[in-house]
């Protein structure tokens, strides 16, 4: 089988606190978990460099000497969550891109002593590694934009977006020496260019943001998070296209300002995952009781979410277990009246998923408003809030959010009415009287049902490609 050589880099404390980010080494821990989980043991070696570890010097010679060493038929991969930047070019590089900017990784003591490590450094390393005849995949869960054409920060979510370096660049002899021999030799290749036997995996377009967000399992790169969920799920015959393919469609499921992309040439798009090293993954749940408690195998990465149900597979009574707290890879889990066995495993099945409420951005008179607002926290089971709807403020419209709807009362305030985000109208208006407040909330509670159900997923990619809800 093929050797696979992960260096995993995640940087939350930086040399400038100002810096600071709060998911890169949840980051390293879950692509680590994922990696042993579905690759065998004798074929992967993993090293992490996480804080202040993550130097520039020791990430250089950590990709040096950990990846470099491998050959034909391998695969190094370098996974990066931290801050991306720009930076200007170093005087004397003729190969600049037209803003005469470079792209930059932060890492750990940059700008606090070292400089950050620039894109062409990376593509020097990059060479050096497919000069072995390994093939080598980079995951970027950092912003590589530039800060005047970035949008502002959706809500909940944290840029991974140091700013841009205003001070004089760095000379070039400050950077890889063999940066510096290649700009001296026109006859060598620049830089930068995509190379055969590079996969790159990067976590948004170069005018975007790349986000981190808290999940059910800690802070993770809103990436990270769905490469992990994409790598968990698909078989082991999973290619680098379908996996971009699914973890694209979760975080635009999140954001609508974060587009992931894949850049390789050639055929390596529809080849196999590290040249076919990951091992079929595991198809069935078990509960079993470990370290005093009971905890089930499927975790955040598998889209499990706090207040979920499964049940004991084909037993009578029927019996079933709470999630109590989601972890990367398992759950812990409450057993719901009755006392498993502790020295029994248990085969498990998904009984209940507790679904998001749709987020409701309401542009209306204050008196109106106060309406709405006391129908939505009455109208649930037993005169509860609903499950389905909840109010947010105006000035939050939740743009960032695929489940999110828009009530707007008529400028003659006679009438009101439910739109999408885009206005586009999806309820007949009503009047602004009593009457018209419950339809509202009845219309809104319905299209919010719908749209939880619009974005289910499926535990089978089979299934997700098959099935289309309109």
């Excluded at 000497?65 to 990066?80: K, M, Q, S, V």
Aim: aromatic share 4%; glycine share 8%; with cysteine.
């Amino acid at each position: 089988m093929p050797k696979v050589h992960a260096l995993l880099v995640g940087i939350d404390t930086y040399r400038l606190p100002r810096l600071n980010l709060r998911g890169c080494v949840n980051d390293v821990e879950l692509a680590e978990r994922l990696l042993r989980d579905r690759i065998a043991p004798a074929d992967l070696v993993v090293e992490r460099l996480c804080d202040e570890q993550a130097t520039r010097a020791g990430m250089v010679e950590a990709f040096r000497g950990h990846l470099g060493g491998l050959g034909p038929g391998d695969t190094a991969l370098f996974w990066y969550s931290g801050h991306g930047s720009t930076a200007p070019m170093p005087e004397g590089m003729p190969y600049a891109e037209s803003a005469g900017m470079c792209q930059t990784l932060v890492c750990h003591d940059s700008r606090a002593g070292a400089p950050d490590l620039y894109d062409k450094e990376l593509a020097v390393l990059a060479q050096e590694v497919l000069a072995t005849g390994a093939a080598l995949v980079t995951v970027m869960d950092a912003c590589h934009s530039r800060s005047a054409m970035r949008e502002a920060p959706a809500p909940g979510l944290t840029p991974r977006c140091a700013p841009r370096l205003e001070e004089a660049p760095p000379h070039l002899g400050d950077l890889l020496p063999e940066l510096a021999a290649a700009v001296a030799d026109p006859s060598r290749p620049a830089p930068g260019a995509q190379l055969p036997g590079h996969v790159a995996f990067s976590a948004c377009d170069e005018w975007e943001v790349a986000n981190e967000g808290q999940f059910p399992d800690g802070w993770h790169g809103v990436f990270t998070e769905a490469l992990g969920h994409a790598l968990t799920r698909l078989g082991p015959d999973a290619t680098y296209r379908q996996v971009l393919g699914h973890a694209r469609c979760r975080v635009e499921g999140r954001l609508l300002r974060q587009v992931p992309h894949l850049e390789a040439i050639g055929d390596l798009p529809d080849r196999e995952v590290f040249g076919g090293a990951l091992r079929p993954r595991a198809t069935r749940i078990t509960l079993r009781y470990l370290w005093g408690q009971w905890e089930v195998d499927a975790g955040a990465v598998h889209g499990t979410v706090t207040g979920s149900r499964f049940g004991v597979h084909r037993t009578a009574p029927f019996r079933e277990v709470h999630v109590a707290e989601v972890l990367t890879q398992c759950s812990l889990v409450t057993p719901v009246g009755w006392t498993p066995e502790k020295d029994r495993q248990y085969e498990m099945v998904l009984t209940d998923v507790p679904l998001p409420p749709v987020a409701v951005s309401v542009r209306a008179e204050p008196d109106l408003l106060l309406r709405l607002t006391e129908t939505v926290r009455t109208t649930g089971p037993g005169g509860r809030p609903s499950p389905h709807i909840r109010l947010i403020p105006p000035t939050d419209d939740g743009s960032a959010s695929r489940l999110a709807l828009r009530v707007r009362q008529a400028d003659d305030g006679r009438s009101i009415q439910v739109t999408g985000l885009d206005d586009r109208p999806l309820a007949s208006p009503v009047p602004a009287d009593e009457h018209g407040v419950r339809q509202t909330v009845s219309d809104l509670e319905h299209i919010a049902r719908w749209l939880q159900v619009r974005n289910l997923e499926s535990a089978s990619p089979a299934l997700e490609e098959a099935v289309r809800l309109e």
